[in-house]
């Protein structure tokens, strides 16, 4: 994938986000998504050699709409300015409808790869099915947070949303009572784009989303 020209069409967006500029810019676009898609096929061909549970995801489902839902936010921006997709075994783009935990990457406008796993705030039902397995599982979720390369790649997982106080029911002395808080069960990290080629991306998603895989693997458990 040529990294400097998605990034530059990216950014190009960005200052220019509206439909006449994407319609004059459209090929660029239906090359970049091409290669886009070649790069996401690659990714989930060699990820299930060593997760073998994606190996029926289809990458042109993985895929996620350049267009932004405007119909809520005051951003009335048409186009999101990065590519992105998320790998997961039933080819649902989210978590939340109801595909389990995933692999998520994204290649922005600010020139940065930004890649995740795991679930992001899970509806409720599934949140406490999370909650109940970190109860159930104890002893397995402990090792999980002092797994080496996990923390290595991507530190804690993320409290973005967490909960001041313990959520209702739970006890407040409970040895993993500040992830029982979480909304989230999530690890994401960053990192530039300049000077990567195609084949440094592929291979830096690779290495960070096997990394990931003792997170994704634990969620796959829970409500079994």
């Known amino acids: 994938m040529h990294i ?3 990034t530059r069409f990216l950014f190009e967006l960005s200052e220019n986000n509206n439909r006449p500029w994407f319609v004059m810019n459209k090929p660029r676009y239906d090359i970049l998504r091409g290669e886009f898609l070649l790069l ?10 060593y997760d073998p549970e994606i190996a029926q995801c289809d990458p042109k489902k993985a895929l ?11 951003d009335k921006s048409p186009y999101k300015t990065n590519f992105s997709a998320s790998i997961l075994p039933s080819g649902r783009k989210k978590p939340s409808e109801g595909g389990g935990p995933a692999y998520y990457f994204q290649l922005g406008a600010d020139n940065r790869l930004f890649f995740a796993a795991g679930e992001y705030m899970p509806p409720a039902d599934r949140l ?58 999530m690890v994401w990290t960053e990192c530039p784009l300049s ?15 096997k ?4 997170l994704v693997t634990w969620l796959r458990t829970v409500g079994s």
Do not use: C
């Open 211 to 214: 990394d990931a895989l003792p």
């Open 40 to 49: 996401v096929t690659r990714l989930k061909e060699k990820m299930s050699k």
């Open 128 to 185: 406490k099915q999370i909650r109940q397995q970190i109860l159930n599982d104890a002893t397995g979720f402990s090792q999980l947070l002092k797994n080496k390369k996990l923390k290595a790649t991507f530190g804690n997982l993320q409290e973005e949303g967490k909960l001041v106080r313990p959520p209702k029911g739970y006890d407040p002395e409970h040895t993993h009572i500040e992830y029982l808080k979480l909304k989230s069960m």
């Open 195 to 209: 000077g990567m080629l195609g084949e440094d991306v592929e291979a830096k998603l690779l290495a960070g989303f």
């Open 64 to 74: 996620f709409r350049i267009n932004r839902d405007v119909r809520f936010g005051h």
């Open 4 to 6: 400097p020209e998605l």
